[in-house]
């Protein structure tokens, strides 16, 4: 059962000590004319923190997470925190607003955990311009990761996960894992990131028995990587599974090179589309191919 509200901190926890707790170094918090380095204002009043390589750390009020599917879920738009109806906090406001997107935005992109600080107190309404900043009465530092599961770069919105398995942009934008939800979308991302050297192979396989030429295998598509991007588009392609990974066993079976074959994005689109599996040769049918040709 998800019990949200043990996630309400009932102790104020200093950030400075929480950070520390994640393994990021706060030696430069001591670099100030202060003598409490967890005062540094540079620092103390930040809202996301980060590890290069390793993870990021936010912080999220309780009041901003709810229940989705049985998971805790902070679905929100960071840009819209920067202050841009003014107020005298404003332009702090427009820093760590800032600083906390793109640190969750690196996070999508490379695929990074997030760990949590969780927040209670009384906090601000970005909608009025006259609100006074956030006051925090009580932290805590989540025990469980969090993951960045979407995250839309035109608008902002970015939907952070407690417990989900962190994965890059380009796993979660791939047409397979459409077919998967809950623990098998878990099984399934950790499977990709295993079998990561097996499809680099099936790609210098592919130019190699084809002089060089990287194309997409589905019948009558035969798309030309690059031919179409030139030099942007060399050694690039999507890697589909010919037998599907919904069909494999929960802890997963040996993949060949054999059951891969190299496809364009739309073709793979197309090819899961509706959660399914379509055979390559089926995908295309001949009339439309000669509809293309002429």
């Not at 990131?193 to 990287?214: C, H, T, W």
């Not at 798309?223 to 802890?251: I, T």
Request: proline share 5%; charged share 30%; with cysteine.
């Amino acid at each position: 059962m998800i019990d949200l509200p043990a996630l309400k901190p009932t102790t104020k926890r200093r950030v400075i000590d929480l950070v520390s707790e994640t393994g990021i170094d706060v030696s430069e918090w001591s670099n100030f004319k202060g003598d409490n380095p967890a005062e540094n204002p540079n620092f103390c009043y930040n809202w996301s923190f980060r590890k290069p390589g390793a993870h990021i750390v936010a912080l999220f009020f309780h009041e901003d997470l709810t229940v989705v599917d049985d998971e805790i879920v902070h679905d929100q738009n960071i840009r819209l925190r920067d202050g841009r109806l003014g107020g005298r906090g404003a332009a702090q406001w427009k820093k760590r607003a800032t600083e906390l997107d793109e640190n969750l935005q690196l996070a999508y992109r490379e695929g990074l955990p997030v760990r949590a600080i969780i927040l209670d107190g009384n906090k601000r309404d970005h909608l009025d311009s006259e609100a006074e900043s956030s006051k925090v009465a009580k932290r805590l530092l989540d025990s469980t990761p969090w993951a960045v599961t979407q995250y839309d770069m035109a608008t902002g919105r970015c939907v952070v996960v407690r417990g989900a398995i962190p994965a890059n942009s380009a796993e979660q934008d791939d047409p397979e894992i459409e077919g998967f939800e809950g623990d098998e979308r878990k099984r399934y991302i950790l499977h990709r990131r295993r079998e990561a050297s097996l499809r680099k192979k099936k790609i210098m396989a592919a130019l190699y028995e084809n002089g060089g030429v990287l194309k997409c295998e589905v019948p009558r598509c035969g798309f030309d990587f690059a031919k179409q991007y030139g030099v942007l588009g060399n050694e690039f392609a999507h890697v589909h599974h010919l037998k599907p990974l919904s069909e494999a066993p929960p802890e997963g079976r040996p993949v060949t090179l054999k059951e891969l074959a190299i496809v364009c994005a739309n073709c793979h689109a197309m090819i899961h589309r509706g959660g399914k599996c379509r055979q390559l040769d089926e995908l295309i049918p001949m009339a439309q191919s000669r509809i293309s040709d002429g």
